[in-house]
């Protein structure tokens, strides 16, 4: 059984796609510019980082993958309706995401903001109704109240907050860590501890493992992106370079300086590793996620 | 037992009040702005409709109705955050709601967005964790269903998007019931049914009855409004009379005129009446709401 990130991507990238068109609303006439608003943003884009995650966290814990399909979903239309509120003009007011205009820019302001909040419900619609995921609904229940936490006040929408009033202000790297674990890592270890806890019988210490491994690696993902807003080029990113600096936002580099930036990524980076070091080489896609994550060039 | 509604709404007004705030985050220094943005929106105001349905329905079905306080919180949020993106400047650009500045006027628009998030995100875990809900976490997985599917594009979001694209249009009567049975219908039925569904032993007559009461209720609801947006003056009503017809949205009274409307008023409320016979008087407060929405002046 191969688990090396290369050779399983294709495969998962293209279940994943498959699995969100059959969630998504139908192209049909009714409400039909709606549903494409919903349809445009989800498809067709984006790295699939969280669904990457649960599906690597599965085959790490010998799981039926079929099972995950659900919560895979759910956490990427979590994502995508974030990025769709984040793009609006009142919050970061981007007009390029995935490499194509931004939803607000597709479809107008008012469907944009529609279009993610029907995709937080369609999130856990899927959770609750998905017929092939387990079938013990006390699993269901806790994945639903694991992202249901992730995406809120304490976790990505309080982050996004904190981030909008830190504008022109000087955080400390405590208070720039703590942000980023609100605003991206929460939703990131809410993957990986769904999947996990789909396998009712897996030892507490690798849950733990996995739990810290996604700490990690979250964290180092919003490292490398402030690493990127300076050093990427806009086309390869599919968004604007240096984005994050004109908005005044403060950033890791701004804090620490871009070598330590560089220190602190290579530093969590070793952390996920030995993380997983109680699995074995069916944790390899975990392990080559986590170097994905920090040798990223978009 | 008590069962009028003027009896028991004072009651159950403070019991819904206190345990909103109970969910809602605290008000700390830490994202202090955020948090006072949820509860500002959320606290201290609405006629709280959803929540006196739910509990009118357990009282009706002889129910504990300490069960259906995590129900309740969760209708009313998924409520209260739609208005609170409903009045943005890009969708209905309302500048008073519940007698005072909308949130987006009191906290800036991008909170708004973000409280907006976080609100639907904390009605799901509130449903997935509130300790003192049914210990049958299928009821609860159900419930969860139930309020997403009318939450989301085949409900309270994919409403709103038709009612945004119907502005300066001639619906017929069918498309605009279609519009509001999505836009509001369906949540209020939503609150009615997970209620109902939570005494599992309910005679699928009596859960069919509830149903079809809900769905009568709902679209009187919105046909009352319309006639308020006509005949009912901006101080009592706490928001602005006439903006309905301002903003060019299509309303009952437009397309079969005030006195038709009035009549299909009077026609909903005798049928929600009618689906309530084969209760005992413990359903009289679910027969004052029918009469309380279809005489309402605000």
Known sequence: MTTSLTQVMPTWLARIEDRLAHWLPPQKRYNATFHEAMRYSTLDGGKRIRPLLIYAT???????LDELDGPACAVEMIHVYSLIHDDLPCMDDDDLRRGKPTCHKAFGEATAVLAGDALQALAFKI???????????????????????????????????????????????IE???????????????????????RADLPPEQAQGLNHYAECIGLAFQIRDDILDIEGDTETLGKQSGADQALGKPTFPDIIGLKESKIRLRE??????????????????????????????R
Chains 1, 2 share one sequence.
């Open 58 to 64: 599965g085959t790490a814990t010998g799981q039926n």
């Open 127 to 173: 959770l609750a109704t998905d017929p092939a995921m387990t079938s013990d609904p006390a699993i269901r229940l806790n994945m639903i109240a694991t992202i249901a936490t992730a995406a809120g006040y304490q976790g990505m929408a309080g982050g996004q907050a904190i981030d909008l009033n830190s504008v022109g202000k000087k955080l400390s790297l």
């Open 176 to 198: 720039l860590e703590e942000m980023h674990i609100y605003k991206t890592g929460e939703l990131i270890r809410a993957a990986v501890n769904m999947a996990a806890s789909n």
């Open 268 to 297: 969590l980076h070793q952390q996920a590793l030995t993380a997983l070091e109680s699995f074995d080489d069916k944790a390899d896609t975990l392990r080559d996620i986590a170097n994905y994550i920090v040798d990223r060039v």
